[in-house]
C-alpha cells in the first residue's frame, strides 16, 4: 500500500466510527461528512467535506500527497492536507474572501454549503483555501503528530496594491486541525502527550503571481503541532523535529499530564489563537449507536 492510499483509509476511517459513534461526533463537534466526487471530471487526488457543529459554512479537506518521512529505510510517512472552507454567506468572515470567491459562493454551492457537484471541477484550487496540516504517523512505535500552517491574515492584493482578500486563515483552519486530532484521539483511544506552538514573520499575496509577496509585520505565520506518543518506543519527538521548522520562534510549549484535560486556551500570539481540546485525550471504548451511509 502505497502513502496516498494508507491515509485516504486511515482518514475514512475515522470518519466512519465517528459518525456511526455519537459519542465521538459530539466531543469532536464532527456533525457530517461525505467524500468530495468528481462531477464533470474524475478527481486525481481524494477529498472530503466537513460538516462542523454550531459552524456556519461547510470544509474540504484534500489529501495533497503523501510520502515517506525520515531517513532512508525509516517508517515514518506524512500525509499533507489542503484545508479550504466555503463560507456562508450570513457567516461574518464572508465579507473577508475575494470578489471572486463571494460570487462562486453565491452562484456554485448548493443547500449542504458545498460546491454542486457539477461545478466543483471548475473552481481553482487556490480559491476558498485557509492552510494546511500534515499528518505524520510512525509505523512501527505507532507515535503521530498532527501539524497546522496558516497565516492568521491571508492577505492578497492586486496588481495596483489593492487589498482583494483578508480571510482569518488561521481561526478558520484550526478547527480542522483540532478535529483531527480529536478523531485520531478517541478512535485510536490515544492521548495527547504535547502541543507546540510557534511563528515565523507574515507576508501578503499578489494576485497573478510574478511578483515577490511583501512582508508585513503585522500578520504572523504560524505553526501548531499536536504530538501522540507512541506505543512501541518514543520516536514522537523525532516526528516533530522532521516537521518543525527550525527557524520558527516556539511561542508556547505545553506537555500534558496522562489522563484527560478540560478545553482551555493557550497562551501564545494573541493573532494565532489556540485551544485545547478534550477530544485529544482518548482511552475509553465507544459503542456504535448510529448507522452511517457510505454513500
Known amino acids: 500500500m502505497n502513502a496516498a492510499e494508507l491515509f485516504r483509509l486511515r482518514f475514512q476511517s475515522l470518519v466512519a466510527r465517528a459518525l456511526a459513534v455519537s459519542e465521538i461526533a459530539s466531543r469532536t463537534a464532527l456533525a457530517g461528512a461525505s467524500e468530495v466526487w468528481g462531477g464533470d471530471e474524475p478527481r486525481e487526488r481524494p477529498a472530503w467535506y466537513l460538516w462542523l457543529r454550531d459552524a456556519p459554512g461547510a470544509w474540504q479537506l484534500e489529501l495533497s500527497g503523501a510520502e515517506p518521512l525520515g531517513p532512508a529505510g525509516a517508517r515514518g510517512v506524512v500525509g499533507r492536507f489542503t484545508v479550504r472552507y466555503y463560507p456562508s454567506p450570513a457567516a461574518p468572515t464572508f465579507e473577508s474572501f475575494s470578489p471572486e470567491e463571494r460570487r462562486i459562493a453565491a452562484a456554485a454551492l448548493d443547500g449542504t454549503g458545498t460546491p454542486r457537484i457539477e461545478l466543483a471541477s471548475r473552481i481553482p484550487d487556490a480559491l476558498f483555501t485557509v492552510g494546511s496540516v500534515e499528518w505524520a504517523l510512525d509505523l ?54 504535547r502541543l507546540v506552538l510557534s511563528r515565523l514573520p507574515g507576508f501578503e499575496l499578489v494576485v497573478g503571481g510574478g511578483v515577490e509577496p511583501p512582508a508585513a509585520p503585522e500578520i504572523a505565520q504560524g505553526e501548531a503541532f499536536v504530538l501522540f506518543p507512541a506505543v512501541r518506543g518514543d520516536p514522537t519527538e523525532l516526528l516533530l523535529d522532521l516537521l518543525h521548522d527550525p527557524v520558527a520562534d516556539i511561542v508556547a510549549d505545553v506537555s500534558f499530564s496522562p489522563g484527560g484535560h478540560p478545553p482551555h486556551d493557550i497562551v501564545g500570539d494573541p493573532r494565532l489563537p489556540m485551544r485545547v481540546s478534550s477530544a485529544w485525550f482518548g482511552g475509553g471504548a465507544h459503542v456504535a449507536d448510529r448507522l452511517v451511509c457510505s454513500c
Open 140 to 193: 512501527d512505535g505507532d507515535a503521530a503528530v498532527f501539524a497546522l500552517a496558516s497565516l492568521d491574515r491571508l492577505r492578497t492584493r492586486d496588481q495596483r496594491g489593492d487589498v482583494i482578500r483578508d480571510v482569518p486563515g488561521w481561526r478558520l483552519a484550526m478547527p480542522i486541525f483540532s478535529l483531527l486530532a480529536g478523531l485520531h484521539g478517541q478512535v485510536e483511544r490515544r492521548a495527547a502527550s
